[in-house]
């Protein structure tokens, strides 16, 4: 069983940038997808992210497009995800995850980290 660790969040101002980092334990190799989600207050759990086990591999909800980057090191079990000209909207909590394929869909993915809140101020 993995276990995921996020950290990184935190309070920035509308066009300023954070690095998300989430960590996997409990197995050598994690294989498969990690991918980043988030929730906003009242609203469901969103595709933001995913990465391969090639960097190469990766795809983004079109709103973060040019804007966040996603990155993984196989190495050390971690995904960042390197976020750029934040905006009030992009505020909520952000998961990472991990399933046995690509996918955008939430169902999909069985191991999930606690999150961490991102919050855009205007």
């Known amino acids: 069983q993995v276990q995921l660790v996020e950290s990184g969040g935190g309070l920035v101002q509308a066009g300023g940038s954070l690095q998300l980092s989430c960590t996997a334990t409990g197995r050598a190799v994690v294989d498969g997808v990690m991918a980043w989600f988030r929730q906003a207050p009242g609203k469901e759990r969103e595709f933001v992210a995913l990465?391969?086990?090639?960097?190469?591999?990766?795809s983004y909800q079109d709103s973060v497009k040019g804007r966040f980057v996603i990155a993984r090191d196989n190495a050390k079990n971690t995904v960042t995800l390197q976020m750029n000209s934040l905006q009030p909207e992009d505020t909520a909590v952000y998961y990472c995850a991990v399933a046995p394929f690509a996918t955008t869909r939430v169902q999909a993915y069985r191991a999930w980290g606690q999150g961490t809140l991102v919050t855009v101020s205007s």
């Open positions: 990465v391969g086990r090639i960097s190469a591999t990766a």
